[in-house]
């Protein structure tokens, strides 16, 4: 005890003041403690957004390409509008937060000005704003690369299109009116003109590119939609073509990871002349196919003539040669595929046309049959109503065609 009143004697003495403001601040720090443990923060246990973390442009050939660097999957979401009289193309990040993104950047002088970034308030969602230039129509393309460290590769490809020559007419000269009409023929202006730079954006709230827009845009096709989304295909790719003056077209390229060897091939052609109907071809094909015979032959598609000259005396020889073997082969490669995977072309044939039944078990016999050594490939129409094509003359695909009557 001694010692102890030592101590006490030899320190400082503290002022009641100074250590009340102590107490107060431990009992606040304990409370502050208290209080984290009880009640966890409000973002703990929930994913950060996506990053887009990096914008650019490039020239790759004749298209512009945007690439869009992100931390991970996400679609953005593409619209075209008109601003203080220029055309922007918008794609759209909602939810998503920015990196280190700059501002603005030049274009590539071709078809784009200038690209512009911008950040919501609270950084939930990033829009690039690309300024085009004007009367320079154009189609475009977009689709999503996996990348390097788990980055996805946001990219959109705007390819120039040549504007449609315009054929002078003569003039045809009109009878005269009689005078009693002649008051009642004053001229109406002529609607006002909307400006068009090439991609319109479709009517409706669906995002273009998705499975609700191929319902709405087939929907005579729709058991067959919603049967392949349910099944898992994912939309890969998604292209418009559109031209000024003219209604847009599309493909749609669908994807499988369980089917890496085939393809859903999706086109739509609306129709340019009235009273005629819209055109929808989905198909299901195995010409993702790998390994010697395919790779080969895709190769020698790609000849021009002056290269067949170069190993062949005749064309006719060509085809003899060197296509017929391996399309003979291709038939026993894709006849073995087909009736691995058959169940999902029995799938796709009965969504397909649901009213006919036997038209699944009618394909599946025709690729059961030998393959003739004569006869390199064969094509066969299966169904008129939805007109049904099974081709067997190199890759085999089952090709469904839709008449959309609007």
């Not at 827009?213 to 989304?229: D, F, Y």
């Not at 026993?332 to 038209?359: H, I, M, S, W």
């Amino acid at each position: 005890m001694s010692s102890l009143n030592g101590c006490r004697k030899e320190g400082k003495k503290i002022s009641p003041g100074l250590a009340l403001r102590g107490k107060i601040w431990a009992l606040g720090f304990l409370c502050l403690v208290m209080g984290s443990l009880g009640t966890p923060h409000p973002g703990w246990g929930l994913s950060p957004a996506v990053e887009v973390r990096r914008v650019g442009i490039s020239q790759v050939g004749d298209t512009t390409m945007l690439t869009v660097v992100l931390d991970r999957a996400l679609e953005g979401r593409i619209t075209t509008r008109v601003a203080l009289g220029k055309p922007q193309m918008v794609v759209d990040f909602p939810q998503a937060r920015a990196g280190r993104l700059t501002r603005r950047l030049e274009g590539d002088g071709v078809l784009v000005d200038k690209i512009l970034t911008e950040v919501s308030p609270g950084e939930a969602g990033v829009r690039i704003i690309l300024e085009l230039f004007p009367d320079r129509p154009y189609t475009f393309w977009k689709k999503s690369q996996k990348g390097a460290a788990g980055q996805v590769f946001f990219l959109v490809g705007l390819k120039q299109e040549a504007p449609a020559p315009q054929r002078e007419m003569m003039p045809r000269p009109e009878p005269p009116a009689a005078p009693e009409l002649l008051q009642e023929m004053t001229p109406e202006p002529p609607p006002a003109g909307r400006e068009d730079y090439g991609y319109k954006e479709p009517r409706g709230t669906e995002a273009p590119g998705s499975f609700a827009e191929l319902l709405r845009l087939l929907p005579k096709a729709a058991p067959l939609v919603k049967g392949l989304e349910s099944d898992g295909w994912i939309i890969s790719e998604f292209h418009n073509y559109d031209r000024p003056g003219q209604r847009f077209s599309r493909d749609f390229l669908l994807t499988q990871q369980q089917y890496p060897e085939l393809a859903i091939r999706i086109a739509y052609l609306p129709a340019n002349v009235p009273n005629t109907p819209d055109i929808g071809i989905i198909s299901l094909s195995s010409d993702r196919l790998a390994g010697e015979t395919a790779t080969k032959y895709r190769e020698l598609r790609q000849w021009n003539f002056a290269k067949i000259k170069q190993h062949y005396e005749d064309i006719g020889d060509f085809f003899d040669e060197a296509l017929k073997p391996l399309r003979i082969k291709l038939r026993e490669e894709t006849k073995t595929l087909a009736l691995r995977q058959a169940e999902v072309f029995q799938n796709f044939l009965k969504r397909a046309c649901p009213q006919n039944p036997q038209v699944a078990e009618r394909v599946m016999a025709y690729i059961k049959e030998k393959v003739n050594q004569r006869f390199e490939g064969v094509q066969y129409t299966v169904s008129e109503a939805p007109l049904i094509i099974l081709n067997m003359v190199d890759f085999l695909f089952v090709k469904v065609y839709f008449l959309e009557n609007r």
